[in-house]
């Protein structure tokens, strides 16, 4: 799926130029010539999608002491063969960590998959020319996970540019089926995660139980898988939304 599909972009943001990865990698060679080599190895080619003004999207500038959003990226990188999954994760989070504004990421795989990174950050104190950004989540999500038409620009809250941002994250955070509108996108981003390390803790539990030997073994984690499972259900609850989203044509 393409950007423009994904997000239905109005016409007057679309673009497509193409950055150089040593554009990208050179900003890291002094500071950490360690994560500009991740880059360069990782990192095929980088483009510029779309750019997400007030004027081509309805929804006015935001500005407080942590941010200031004019303008929103839409980037897309192509990942070479080998990359890890971490160097993957690395990656997205020195492309949000390099800009001074939030940034929309498509990473493509070699396997024909994309995945969308999506950051909460706020303009680095420590930086006296205001040129780079922290971290405070970030989110991961494959795109086929993501309910068609749930991330449709139209569809997501226009306050401001910064209210647009956080509402494509919470609702990329719940695979396009948040729960509530009450749920912020730092929430959702935390719920997220929970359930991943959940459910990774469960397959582990799921093993052990069949390589057990000893009955009373079994017991004991057959009774941690149980309230594994229910906290599970507890989380996803709290995160999606009971009922699936429709297409949006």
Same mark, same amino acid.
């Given at each position: 799926m393409s950007a423009h599909d994904l997000f239905r972009l109005p016409d007057a943001a679309r673009m497509e130029h193409r950055i150089t990865k040593k554009m990208l990698a050179e900003q890291f060679e002094e500071r950490s010539p360690a994560d500009a080599r991740i880059i360069t190895k990782s990192v095929l080619s980088v483009k510029l999608l779309g750019i997400l003004r007030p004027e081509t999207i309805r929804a006015p500038k935001y500005q407080d002491a942590k941010r200031t959003v004019v303008d929103i990226s839409i980037l897309e990188i192509v990942l070479a063969e080998r990359t890890m999954p971490a160097n993957r994760t690395r990656v997205a989070e020195l492309i949000h960590r390099s800009m001074p504004r939030p940034v929309v990421l498509l990473a493509c795989l070699p396997d024909g998959s994309t995945i969308l990174s999506l950051a909460l950050s706020h303009v680095?104190?420590?930086d006296s020319r205001r040129e780079t950004s922290v971290i405070d989540a970030h989110v991961m999500v494959p795109v086929s996970q993501l309910e068609p038409g749930t991330l449709h620009l139209d569809r &997501?809250?226009?306050?401001?540019?910064?209210?647009l941002y956080s509402d494509l994250v919470r609702t990329a955070a719940a695979d396009g089926r948040p729960a509530s509108t009450s &749920?912020?996108?730092a929430d959702a981003i935390a719920l997220r995660r929970k359930l991943i390390d959940l459910e990774l803790d469960l397959v582990a539990v799921v093993r052990e139980a069949k390589q057990a030997k000893s009955l009373q073994r079994r017991i004991e984690l057959n009774t941690n898988g149980r309230s594994l499972r229910d906290q599970i259900e507890g989380v996803r609850g709290t995160l999606y939304s009971a009922e699936r989203s429709h297409d949006v044509t």
């Open positions: 680095s104190q420590t &997501l809250d226009h306050t401001n540019m910064w209210a &749920l912020s996108a």
